[in-house]
């Protein structure tokens, strides 16, 4: 299968904590995709199946976490970035004797697994220690990434799914909007954010501020999305929009081409 070049995860979960075009209810309808985008992909071999890749993401409080529930209910594979690299970090995970081997015991917590909070200190850092640390992290994590994502959609292009979802918080911090089909946006608008955010226990005004700061604004992400999915309405009001995507995906009307994921014939 040919391969979706994704980088950089193993920075973001180092960090202690972690179709229609639909939208934000109130704002403009977005923009037709722009030309360079819209031009045709070369169709792939007879001998090949190529299935959509889509990046989903979403600012803390979004309402990211519901709207992924909303498509594995109606039989979308998604694959969560983040908890792919925790499970490597766990305790008898596939990360943990190679990041002990790098960076020490200490990195290691008691209950065998990798704790996240040391590996930050060694990772996270404005000093060349830092940054080289960094590099060998990721070194050592993205090949089980990859492969865990290979797995992934390889499993779900035999499965004959037309479409799968990559949940990538960071998709446009890190660039990963460049490896997949289209994007998907998660938003609320800032105001039902703050107030979901806050309900949140240990969340404080300033805590949430810091998170934010670090994240791309909501405004942005928006004006990059192919389509956004409005969550501040009502439940049964984002769980129509999101229905109302798979079925014109499915139905091979939602405006996207699958460049992304090829499934050779001799690995079918």
Not at 44 to 56: F, I, K, Q, S
Request: proline letters at 6%; one cysteine or more.
């Amino acid at each position: 299968a040919r391969r979706v070049p994704m980088r950089s995860l193993a920075a973001s979960v180092a960090r202690p904590h972690a179709r229609p075009r639909v939208a934000r209810r109130g704002a403009r309808a977005l923009p037709e995709r722009p030309a360079a985008s819209a031009s045709p992909a070369p169709s792939p071999p007879e001998n090949t199946n190529t299935m959509l890749v889509l990046g989903l993401t979403g600012g803390i409080g979004m309402g990211k976490s519901f709207v992924t529930d909303a498509l594995r209910a109606l039989d979308v594979p998604v694959l969560d970035s983040d908890a792919s690299v925790h499970a490597l970090y766990a305790p008898g995970g596939g990360a943990v004797a190679a990041v002990r081997g790098a960076f020490g015991d200490e990195v290691i917590g008691p209950d065998g697994g990798v704790d996240r909070a040391a590996l930050s200190k060694k990772v996270l850092g404005d000093t060349e220690t830092h940054r080289k640390n960094m590099k060998t992290l990721e070194s050592l994590v993205h090949p089980l990434v990859d492969s865990k994502r290979d797995a992934f959609l390889k499993q779900a292009a035999l499965d004959k799914h037309a479409f799968v979802v990559l949940d990538i918080p960071l998709l446009f911090e890190k660039k990963y909007e460049q490896t997949v089909d289209g994007v998907l946006v998660v938003s609320a608008g800032e105001e039902k954010q703050r107030k979901r955010c806050l309900q949140r226990e240990g969340m404080t005004e300033t805590k949430l501020k810091n998170i934010v700061a670090r994240q791309t604004p909501d405004a942005e992400k928006i004006a990059k999305a192919d389509v956004v999915i409005d969550t501040a309405c009502s439940k049964e009001e984002t769980l129509k929009q999101v229905e109302g995507l798979v079925m014109s995906i499915r139905a091979g009307q939602g405006g996207f081409r699958a460049k992304m994921f090829t499934l050779n014939e001799a690995e079918a």
